[in-house]
Every structure is written in structure tokens, then in C-alpha cells.
């Protein structure tokens, strides 16, 4: 078509075939994903499929699915609660107490209603070590839940341990549904009904290892669950909110100082002042932002001891709660293995990454000392920071305030990153095009072939490669540097999985 017979003129015309190109990529992502019936996909695979909408808006997701939490003191049946609801054997079920340690969420459903369910470690006042470590991810989970099963042993009858988890609860705000669990007849149900001296209301007669009145109690727990997790909801509303981590002594309660424009927390040239997060609202370039201080991680968390055990602990709560994290590094100083693993700890959790150089006042280019330091800094940051080579990076000097201004659009770009979508369309077109300019190698002399891509989140970009056989980790490190190059991706990590998928037998 040319220009003169489109009576747009060449903006419009451009316009017109931009969009033309969009409807091709659209209509083959759809042809790609039809060809899907020939491959055998699970129960999760169908899931994934159906919350993709085409359009020119691209994939249009699910609201986040509500979150219930299931706690308890050690050895009450929560595992085996979880593995009753799921219908399989997931979370590991021992005699012994404390074998779950870490929080584990698992996809349920329940009367065609899905939903994300906690399983977490036995919590106990006055833990100590690991244990203590196991109670804290539990009251995370309370905190991070739409919903509370509080699993008791009925056949023990309420402890202290148990009245002191109830105070807990209370506290929370949560909804909470009273499990007796180990009821494994009729017989035994009036064992049930001394726990209504817990003051929660009526007790749930359950077993979970038999099945018995399971289904009841979720009959009841989705007539108040939320479609949408409340949860989710407060994360995207209100100010985002920024996690500021990094060693002792490298200015982060100096930051949030000048940020806030007043002496919001101690300062002080002992390293380690801080010990529990401190939240703090602040304006930034015409914005609300909630900025938290954290303590400084000294050492991998479980060799630490002390207030510095749980100072890591509630640092890492912390960062969980975030949206973004800035790392704050010394410039005047070496940039250290604790840096590095601080900086990767962001990664593990999926927080979108900004880097602050600090103290950079005392980077003097008339000083030969700080010239040649500057000089050994930029070496250091292409060696041990080339994962991150995608983070903003700020230099800035906390204590008089110099460039925090620019920290901002660091933090919107990383932000905005975050939360990117990429067209299903565009980005099978995307596939499309690297494959056919750089295929993967021959393995045992079969060339593995990417069926169908799709976005099947945000915060980070993870995208779900449907293939025919396994992909070189080289190869989707390949994938995402690409991406990177082409929809930038600046200031957030990006998650690539994959979904190996045989063809059915006919």
C-alpha cells in the first residue's frame, strides 16, 4: 500500500500497519496455542492457558487468589491437614515435631474455588535457634494471609503454647477458624468441644489423616475466604513500599534520615545500631513512599547469634513485604562477599533491585588516594556485580543528601519494570524470531523446539516456556538478555521457566 492511497497520511499510516502487525502476532500466538492440544498438559498447564485472554491489552491475569494459613504448635497435624486439602501427599508428614520448618504454599480447590494455602513450622514462645527461626516464618504467614486455621490437638486439649498462639491471632486481626484435629470418630468429638474455652468460637471437629470432617470445615472456610486476596490488594494500593538493605554501617538509617528530613532513627558510628525494621512515610520527587530501614546483615543468617539472629530474621521479613529493595553499598570501602549475598537475597525473593552507592562525597577526583579508589570501585562493580548489571545504579552521599533526588526515577523505573507486561503475541513473535536466528544446540541429536511462550506474571516478569525437551540454562540466560535488550526489563529480575511436554500417542 502506498502512502498516497491511504488517506491517513505516513503517521497514520504507520499507526495502521503497527497495528496490523499486532493482529498477526496475535492471531499466530493463538494458532501456537491451539497446537497445544497435541501435547499431554496437567491440571496446571490447562489453568495457566485459560487465564490468557488475546487482545491488543495483551494477557489479561487472574486477581491474586487468597491465601489461608495454617499454624499450630509442633506435631497438631498441620502437614497432614495440608495434604488432606490438596488431595496428594505434598508437604512431608513425620511422627516427629518440627519437620516442617520453612512456610511452604501449595494451589488448592475447593468447589471449583482455588486458592493458595500455607503450611509453616511449629510455633512456640520463647524459641530459641532454629526454632525460633521456624515461629517467626509463622507469624509471617498470619501476617501475609486472608485466613487463619489454627490446628489443635484435640485429644491433648489446649496448652499454654496453644493460648499463647491464640493471643497471637488476635492480634493479627485475621479471620480464624479453630481446627480439632486427631478426631477420629464420633466417640471422640465431645474431646472437641472443651477447646471453646480458646475463645474463637466453635472448634471444627476434624482428622486430617482420615479425612473426617475436612470437608465441612471448607465448606465453611470459603463462605468467608475473599475472591480476590485483600493481601495483594493492600500491596498494590497505597505508597510502594522500599526496603533499604545492606551492610552494617554503610548509611542506611542515614538515608532514611534525610529522606525524611528529620533524625527518624539513631545514628551512630557503632556498626549495628538498628536491630527492628522501621517504617517511615516520606515524599520523594512529588510522591508518597514507604521506606523501611532495615538492620544490617553482618552474616548468613543461621551462623548469627543473638539480637543479630533475629535482627536478620526481621530484616528478611522485611524485604519479603517490599516491593523494591535499594541496596546500599560504601564506596569507600571494598566491595565484599556480604554485599554480593545481600544483593542476591533480593534476587531469591523477586523484589525489583536498585543499587545506591553511598558516602560518594568522599570520592574526590583531586585526591590521587580516592581517584585510584574510584578507579578500583568501577573494576569491582564489573566483577562481582555483573549479574546485576541490569539494577539502576545511584550515587549519592546519604549524610548531605547529594543526588537523592535521583534515587526516584531509579526506583519508578524499576517499579514500572516490575510490573511489565509483555503481549502474548509479541512475545511468541519475539520467540519466533531469536529461534530462527539462534537455534538451540543438538543434544543427543534432538534439537529441543519452544512450543508456545507466555507471561504468566508480574512482580517479577515470569514467563512459562512450553517445550519438547529441556533448555540449556545457557540458552534461556540467552533468552533473557535478550529480552533485556529488547523491552529493557531495567531494575527487575526476570524468571524463566519451563514445561517440558510430550506429544500424545494416537
Known sequence: ????????????????????????????????????????????????????????????????????????????????????????????VEDTPGVTRDRVTYKAEWADRRFSIVDTGGWEPDARGIDRSVAMQAEIAIDLADMVLFVVDAMVGATSTDEHVVKLLRKSGKPVFLVANKIDDARQEPEAAALWGLGLGEPYPVSAIHGRGVADLLDAVLKKLPEVSAVAKQEIGGPRRVAILGRPNVGKSSLLNKAAGEERVVVNELAGTTRDPVDEVVELGGKMWRLVDTAGIRRRVHMAQGADFYASLRTSAALEKAEVAVVVLDVSETISEQDVRIIDLVLESGRALVLAFNKWDRLNDTDLENADRRRYLEREIEQDLAHVAWAPRVNISAKTGRHLDKLV????????????????????????????????????????????????????????????????????????????????????????NMRVREKRQR
Open 409 to 496: 526515577p531509579a526506583l519508578e523505573t524499576a517499579l514500572e519494570n516490575w510490573d511489565r507486561r509483555i503481549p502474548t503475541g509479541k512475545f511468541n513473535a519475539f520467540l519466533a524470531e531469536l529461534v530462527a536466528e539462534h537455534p538451540h544446540p543438538l543434544r543427543g541429536g534432538k534439537q529441543p523446539r519452544i512450543l508456545f511462550g507466555t507471561q504468566a506474571s508480574t512482580r517479577p516478569p515470569t514467563f512459562v516456556l512450553f517445550t519438547t525437551g529441556f533448555l540449556d540454562p545457557g540458552y534461556r540466560r540467552f533468552i533473557q538478555r535478550r529480552l533485556r535488550e529488547i523491552y529493557s526489563f531495567e531494575g527487575t529480575p526476570i524468571v524463566i
Open 1 to 92: 500500500m502506498a502512502d498516497d492511497e491511504y488517506e491517513g497520511g505516513p503517521d497514520q499510516l504507520a499507526e495502521k500497519m503497527e497495528q496490523i502487525d499486532e493482529e498477526l502476532a496475535e492471531q499466530r500466538a493463538e494458532t501456537l496455542r491451539a497446537g497445544l492440544a497435541d501435547y499431554d498438559l496437567d491440571d496446571e498447564d490447562a489453568a495457566l492457558l485459560a487465564g490468557i485472554t488475546m487482545g491488543e491489552d495483551g494477557i489479561m491475569f487472574s486477581p491474586a487468589l487468597p491465601v489461608v494459613a495454617i499454624v499450630g504448635r509442633p506435631n497438631v497435624g498441620k502437614s497432614a491437614l495440608v495434604n488432606r486439602i490438596l488431595g496428594r501427599r505434598e508437604a512431608v
